[in-house]
């Protein structure tokens, strides 16, 4: 990808795509917890969770993945 120099990311040396995602299931416990914790004010339910991540990620709703 060539970046352009005009633009606010090829100014700041940005030009390029994020790396893919290859680790996630390395986060720390406590970071786990307290993001589920965080979600528990907004998200009514892990379902309801899981449902608006597959949303966010394009994915398709496993409902066997797990339970409540």
Known sequence: MK???RA???R???CGFAPEITIREEAPEGLR???L???KDVVAGFKALRE???QVLRV???PNAWSE
């Open 12 to 14: 700041y040396g940005y």
């Open 33 to 35: 917890f307290a993001v």
């Open 37 to 39: 914790a965080m979600t």
């Open 8 to 10: 606010f990311s090829g």
């Open 52 to 54: 608006a991540v597959c």
């Open 60 to 62: 398709r709703l496993d």
């Open 3 to 5: 970046c352009d120099g």
